[in-house]
Protein backbone atom coordinates (compact mmCIF):
# COMPACT_ATOMS: atom_id res chain seq x y z
CA UNK A 1 0.00 0.00 0.00
CA UNK A 2 1.86 3.42 -0.98
CA UNK A 3 0.04 5.20 0.98
CA UNK A 4 -2.10 8.76 -0.16
CA UNK A 5 -0.03 10.08 -2.80
CA UNK A 6 0.56 14.06 -2.93
CA UNK A 7 1.90 15.84 -6.34
CA UNK A 8 3.93 17.58 -6.85
CA UNK A 9 5.56 17.61 -3.34
CA UNK A 10 6.86 21.41 -4.17
CA UNK A 11 5.36 23.62 -6.32
CA UNK A 12 7.00 27.52 -6.86
CA UNK A 13 4.57 30.18 -8.32
CA UNK A 14 4.67 33.45 -8.95
CA UNK A 15 1.45 35.77 -7.72
CA UNK A 16 -1.18 36.22 -9.92
CA UNK A 17 -0.24 32.53 -11.64
CA UNK A 18 -2.81 29.12 -11.11
CA UNK A 19 -1.42 26.15 -8.83
CA UNK A 20 -3.41 22.64 -9.35
CA UNK A 21 -2.75 20.15 -6.10
CA UNK A 22 -3.04 16.92 -6.51
CA UNK A 23 -3.73 13.83 -4.32
CA UNK A 24 -4.56 10.29 -4.88
CA UNK A 25 -6.22 8.26 -1.91
CA UNK A 26 -5.20 5.29 -0.60
CA UNK A 27 -7.35 2.62 -2.44
CA UNK A 28 -10.91 1.63 -1.09
CA UNK A 29 -11.08 4.94 0.87
CA UNK A 30 -14.24 6.79 -0.01
CA UNK A 31 -13.63 9.81 2.26
CA UNK A 32 -10.82 12.41 1.09
CA UNK A 33 -9.83 15.43 2.96
CA UNK A 34 -7.96 18.16 2.40
CA UNK A 35 -6.50 20.48 5.24
CA UNK A 36 -3.58 23.66 4.82
CA UNK A 37 -0.85 23.86 7.33
CA UNK A 38 0.80 27.49 8.51
CA UNK A 39 3.11 28.31 11.04
CA UNK A 40 0.64 31.25 11.79
CA UNK A 41 -2.79 29.24 11.42
CA UNK A 42 -1.25 25.96 12.62
CA UNK A 43 -3.45 23.08 10.51
CA UNK A 44 -7.17 23.99 9.36
CA UNK A 45 -9.62 21.71 7.29
CA UNK A 46 -10.35 22.94 3.91
CA UNK A 47 -12.74 20.40 2.31
CA UNK A 48 -14.08 16.89 2.29
CA UNK A 49 -15.71 14.69 -0.50
CA UNK A 50 -17.67 11.34 0.37
CA UNK A 51 -17.83 8.80 -2.52
CA UNK A 52 -16.35 11.63 -4.80
CA UNK A 53 -19.43 14.01 -3.88
CA UNK A 54 -18.39 17.32 -1.96
CA UNK A 55 -19.55 17.14 1.54
CA UNK A 56 -18.32 20.00 3.53
CA UNK A 57 -16.54 23.18 2.26
CA UNK A 58 -16.95 25.10 5.13
CA UNK A 59 -12.72 25.81 5.52
CA UNK A 60 -12.13 26.61 2.06
CA UNK A 61 -11.40 30.37 1.11
CA UNK A 62 -14.49 31.85 -0.69
CA UNK A 63 -12.53 33.21 -3.88
CA UNK A 64 -9.96 31.80 -5.97
CA UNK A 65 -10.17 27.89 -3.83
CA UNK A 66 -11.95 24.93 -6.00
CA UNK A 67 -11.75 21.54 -4.83
CA UNK A 68 -12.87 18.59 -7.26
CA UNK A 69 -12.64 14.91 -7.19
CA UNK A 70 -13.09 13.61 -10.50
CA UNK A 71 -13.31 9.80 -10.00
CA UNK A 72 -12.42 7.95 -7.12
CA UNK A 73 -9.09 7.92 -7.44
CA UNK A 74 -7.95 11.64 -7.37
CA UNK A 75 -8.58 14.60 -6.29
CA UNK A 76 -7.44 18.16 -7.05
CA UNK A 77 -7.21 21.46 -4.98
CA UNK A 78 -6.66 24.56 -7.88
CA UNK A 79 -5.99 27.94 -6.47
CA UNK A 80 -6.30 30.72 -9.05
CA UNK A 81 -4.79 33.94 -8.84
CA UNK A 82 -2.22 32.69 -5.92
CA UNK A 83 -1.33 35.42 -4.13
CA UNK A 84 1.82 35.36 -0.97
CA UNK A 85 -0.42 34.37 2.27
CA UNK A 86 -1.64 31.70 -0.23
CA UNK A 87 1.91 29.62 0.69
CA UNK A 88 1.30 26.82 2.92
CA UNK A 89 1.77 22.90 3.34
CA UNK A 90 -1.80 21.74 1.45
CA UNK A 91 -2.41 18.66 3.21
CA UNK A 92 -4.78 15.27 1.84
CA UNK A 93 -6.06 12.78 3.72
CA UNK A 94 -7.93 9.74 3.19
CA UNK A 95 -10.16 7.58 5.37
CA UNK A 96 -12.52 4.63 4.75
CA UNK A 97 -16.48 4.96 6.05
CA UNK A 98 -18.81 3.35 7.94
CA UNK A 99 -16.83 3.17 11.23
CA UNK A 100 -14.59 5.12 13.38
CA UNK A 101 -11.46 4.81 10.94
CA UNK A 102 -8.79 7.25 11.02
CA UNK A 103 -7.61 9.53 8.84
CA UNK A 104 -4.17 8.98 6.95
CA UNK A 105 -1.85 11.95 5.77
CA UNK A 106 -0.03 12.06 2.29
CA UNK A 107 3.45 14.33 2.68
CA UNK A 108 2.08 17.12 1.56
CA UNK A 109 2.32 19.84 -1.37
CA UNK A 110 4.46 22.84 -0.15
CA UNK A 111 3.19 25.63 -2.42
CA UNK A 112 5.21 28.70 -2.30
CA UNK A 113 3.87 32.17 -4.20
CA UNK A 114 6.64 34.90 -4.73
CA UNK B 1 -17.71 25.39 18.74
CA UNK B 2 -15.39 22.68 19.15
CA UNK B 3 -11.79 22.92 20.02
CA UNK B 4 -8.55 21.75 21.02
CA UNK B 5 -5.94 23.18 23.43
CA UNK B 6 -2.15 22.27 23.64
CA UNK B 7 -0.79 24.58 26.40
CA UNK B 8 2.76 24.03 25.53
CA UNK B 9 4.33 24.87 22.65
CA UNK B 10 7.84 23.05 23.14
CA UNK B 11 8.36 20.77 25.74
CA UNK B 12 12.37 19.50 26.27
CA UNK B 13 13.44 16.05 27.71
CA UNK B 14 16.00 14.07 27.89
CA UNK B 15 16.47 11.11 26.73
CA UNK B 16 15.14 8.57 28.82
CA UNK B 17 12.64 10.21 30.96
CA UNK B 18 9.22 9.97 30.57
CA UNK B 19 7.09 12.39 28.95
CA UNK B 20 3.07 14.16 29.28
CA UNK B 21 2.23 16.06 26.56
CA UNK B 22 -1.26 17.82 27.27
CA UNK B 23 -4.35 18.10 25.06
CA UNK B 24 -7.60 19.72 26.15
CA UNK B 25 -10.53 19.75 24.23
CA UNK B 26 -13.96 21.61 24.13
CA UNK B 27 -16.79 19.90 22.63
CA UNK B 28 -21.17 19.59 23.87
CA UNK B 29 -20.54 15.79 22.88
CA UNK B 30 -17.79 13.50 23.66
CA UNK B 31 -15.61 13.67 20.33
CA UNK B 32 -13.58 10.83 19.01
CA UNK B 33 -9.61 11.93 19.87
CA UNK B 34 -6.80 11.62 18.07
CA UNK B 35 -2.95 12.07 18.83
CA UNK B 36 -1.10 12.71 15.58
CA UNK B 37 3.11 13.18 15.22
CA UNK B 38 4.71 15.20 12.30
CA UNK B 39 8.54 14.21 11.15
CA UNK B 40 10.67 16.98 9.53
CA UNK B 41 8.87 17.87 6.12
CA UNK B 42 6.37 14.68 6.08
CA UNK B 43 2.82 13.94 6.66
CA UNK B 44 1.08 13.05 9.86
CA UNK B 45 1.15 10.06 11.41
CA UNK B 46 -1.74 8.43 13.70
CA UNK B 47 0.24 7.25 17.11
CA UNK B 48 -2.98 6.36 18.75
CA UNK B 49 -6.85 7.19 18.60
CA UNK B 50 -9.80 6.81 21.46
CA UNK B 51 -13.44 6.33 20.33
CA UNK B 52 -15.24 4.77 23.67
CA UNK B 53 -14.32 2.29 26.09
CA UNK B 54 -11.30 1.90 28.63
CA UNK B 55 -9.79 5.52 29.01
CA UNK B 56 -6.38 4.36 28.62
CA UNK B 57 -5.52 3.95 25.29
CA UNK B 58 -2.08 2.12 23.39
CA UNK B 59 -0.41 3.63 20.58
CA UNK B 60 2.18 3.05 18.46
CA UNK B 61 6.21 2.96 19.48
CA UNK B 62 5.46 2.78 23.38
CA UNK B 63 2.87 6.03 23.27
CA UNK B 64 -0.11 5.80 25.72
CA UNK B 65 -2.97 8.69 26.23
CA UNK B 66 -5.89 8.98 28.78
CA UNK B 67 -9.16 10.44 28.07
CA UNK B 68 -10.76 11.77 31.12
CA UNK B 69 -14.48 12.95 30.29
CA UNK B 70 -14.37 14.67 33.30
CA UNK B 71 -11.09 17.13 32.69
CA UNK B 72 -11.97 17.39 28.50
CA UNK B 73 -8.30 16.05 28.61
CA UNK B 74 -6.46 14.03 26.62
CA UNK B 75 -2.57 13.56 27.86
CA UNK B 76 -0.17 11.68 25.79
CA UNK B 77 2.34 10.00 27.64
CA UNK B 78 5.59 7.61 27.22
CA UNK B 79 7.66 6.21 29.95
CA UNK B 80 10.73 6.18 28.61
CA UNK B 81 11.60 8.63 25.66
CA UNK B 82 14.18 8.33 22.84
CA UNK B 83 15.87 10.86 20.45
CA UNK B 84 14.08 9.80 17.78
CA UNK B 85 10.38 10.74 18.94
CA UNK B 86 11.60 14.33 18.38
CA UNK B 87 8.80 15.60 16.67
CA UNK B 88 5.93 17.47 16.27
CA UNK B 89 3.22 16.03 18.19
CA UNK B 90 -0.99 17.27 17.12
CA UNK B 91 -3.70 16.60 19.23
CA UNK B 92 -6.77 16.73 17.48
CA UNK B 93 -10.77 16.01 17.92
CA UNK B 94 -13.65 14.88 15.02
CA UNK B 95 -16.13 16.85 16.61
CA UNK B 96 -19.28 14.56 15.39
CA UNK B 97 -17.93 11.39 15.81
CA UNK B 98 -17.49 9.25 13.18
CA UNK B 99 -15.32 8.66 10.21
CA UNK B 100 -16.09 11.04 7.18
CA UNK B 101 -15.79 14.14 9.39
CA UNK B 102 -13.31 16.66 9.39
CA UNK B 103 -10.56 16.86 12.32
CA UNK B 104 -9.71 20.23 13.91
CA UNK B 105 -6.34 20.06 15.58
CA UNK B 106 -4.60 22.01 18.25
CA UNK B 107 -1.90 24.14 18.27
CA UNK B 108 0.78 21.40 18.09
CA UNK B 109 3.73 20.23 20.81
CA UNK B 110 7.30 20.43 19.78
CA UNK B 111 9.26 17.95 21.55
CA UNK B 112 13.02 17.84 21.55
CA UNK B 113 15.02 15.01 23.21
CA UNK B 114 18.20 15.32 24.26
CA UNK B 115 20.36 13.13 24.26
Known amino acids: NAGVIQTPRHKVTGKGQEATLWCEPI?????VFWYRQTIVQGLEFLTY????????DSGMPKERFSAQMPNQSHSTLKIQSTQPQDSAVYLC????????????FGPGTRLTVL | AQSVTQPDARVTVSEGASLQLRCKYS??????LFWYVQYPRQGLQLLLKYYSGDPVVQGVNGFEAEFSKSNSSFHLRKASVHWSDSAVYFC?????????????FGTGTLLSVKP
Open chain 1, 49 to 56: FRNQAPID
Open chain 2, 92 to 104: AVSPYGGSGNKLI
Open chain 2, 27 to 32: SSVTPY
Open chain 1, 27 to 31: SGHSA
Open chain 1, 93 to 104: ASSLLGGPYEQY
